[in-house]
């Protein structure tokens, strides 16, 4: 077959396989009416809904076989060891990782990215040393940082962004030197949807420094298949209930050799070999850095989450949202009073459907609470991304954040929406 032909084939084969009708229906809070009107959800990047597989396996983990796991000998405690950790080898499947116990379980990116900060990062910076950061990262992988260098004396940089909304790589490669310790960065921005070059800003980090690289993959993980193995980077984080998972759970990817060095961050029960009053002696990872009881049926609701993001496929979803985000950017373009700030005018760059908006004369919590009178959820504020805000010039933005279950006609809808914000204020 010859590649063009290839391609069509694939394309047919996509279309035929991506069913957002059929997706649709797997998640039952979607077909219920907010105010008069079929619920339209765009706040995916802040939390997106579940599919009933992924309800039903928590709430069957309740109902048929809980009970604390890595603790007991009975048979439900087996049961829920087991599946507890076939969620760890999923999860590991789903990102690439070259071993299972290269992934810990936390509460969310937040824990993850702090887990880092105070474990790896306690123990490698001295007064002097660097953190470099981008102008776009989330309170999340910039607050933890902060705390770190104020306990160790080093400090924390960000690497400026262009205009169009992209890490700008020469300034950033200009900022790396040998007191560079750690480089932190989010792999798709959750303001801007600016997907970042992981394997660039890895290469230039080898480059010119020996830091370690964490990447926070909250707003990736949902739309694009994730390799860490193929970004190159030494930890990544993200978030369960962003990508149709449960909440209250979460992952901190991280390599074998570097966890394996690192002190445990919480202590407590099912973390240590032996305890005296003197002294402890820690597990390995990953169970060094689960002090205490897990999130156990959110674990195992993340892995039949993960199996239904496998199953319908990284790539169709991605192709899907691009598509979403193409017809939303050409909408858009016809409103002369709506300004996207931050996002790339060439065509080339990458971004995740993730729109930010300032509409001319209407505070963006207005602009959300109208929306709202219509069904439609979005995100109105900074997005925990003050400095990003500081950087566009605005206060804060609208934000239209789309997830595999959205439809053109919902774009339509949301236009439909900014229409009556403008008839409203004029
Ligand atoms: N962003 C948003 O509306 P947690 O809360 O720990 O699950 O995720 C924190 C986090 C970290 N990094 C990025 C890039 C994020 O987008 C988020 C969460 C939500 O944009 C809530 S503020």
């Not at 824990?111 to 123990?123: I, T, W």
């Not at 074998?256 to 009053?277: C, D």
């Amino acid at each position: 077959m010859t590649a063009p032909a290839a391609a069509v084939e694939n394309e047919q084969r996509d279309s035929a396989v991506f069913d957002v009708e059929r997706l649709r229906a797997c998640f039952p809070i979607l077909e219920r009416e907010v105010r008069g009107h079929r619920l339209v959800y765009l706040d995916n990047a802040a939390s997106a809904q579940r599919p009933e597989v992924v309800i039903d396996a928590v709430s069957d983990c309740y109902r048929t076989y809980y009970a604390n796991a890595h603790r007991g000998v009975h048979a439900l405690s087996e049961q829920s060891t087991d599946a507890y950790e076939a969620a760890r080898a999923k999860v590991a499947r789903f990102i690439g990782a070259p071993d299972s116990h290269e992934v810990v379980f936390t509460r969310g990116t937040t824990e993850s990215l702090n887990l880092v900060a105070q474990s790896y990062g306690r123990r490698h910076l001295e007064p002097g040393d660097e953190v470099l950061l981008t102008e776009m990262e989330h309170h999340s992988n910039i607050v933890p940082w902060q705390l770190v260098c104020e306990q160790t004396g080093a400090r924390v940089l960000a690497a400026p962004i262009t205009d169009d909304g992209e890490l700008d790589l020469d300034r950033f490669a200009g900022m790396l030197n040998e007191r560079t310790r750690v480089v932190a960065l989010a792999h798709v921005s959750n303001a801007l949807g600016t997907v970042n070059d992981i394997p660039a800003v890895v290469e230039l980090t080898r480059a010119r420094s020996d830091a370690a690289v964490v990447v926070d993959g909250a707003q990736a993980v949902p739309h694009m298949a994730v390799d860490v193995a193929a970004l190159g980077c030494d930890f990544y984080a993200f978030s369960g209930h962003k990508m149709y998972g449960p909440g209250g759970i979460g992952v901190l990817w991280g390599r074998r050799e570097l966890l394996a060095a690192m002190p445990p961050y919480h202590g407590g029960g099912s973390m240590i070999t032996r305890v005296t009053f003197e002294r402890s002696e820690y597990m390995a990872p990953p169970q060094r850095f689960e002090a205490g009881t897990p999130a156990i049926a959110p674990a195992i609701g993340l892995g039949v989450a993960v199996e239904f993001l496998e199953s319908t496929g990284l790539d169709p979803i991605e192709r899907h949202e691009q598509e979403l985000l193409s017809h939303t950017m050409e909408v858009l373009n016809d409103l002369p009073w709506v300004r996207v700030p931050g996002h790339a005018s060439n065509a080339g760059s990458a971004r995740a459907a993730v729109v930010s908006l300032v509409i001319d004369g209407a505070h963006p919590h207005d602009v959300a609470t109208i929306l709202d009178e219509q069904g439609i959820a979005i995100r109105a504020g900074h997005h925990c991304a003050q400095p990003l805000m500081d950087r566009l010039g605005v206060p804060a933005t609208v934000r239209a954040s789309f997830g595999l279950y959205n439809t053109h006609e919902e774009v339509d809808l949301l236009v439909s929406g900014l229409h009556e914000v403008r008839r409203i204020f004029g």
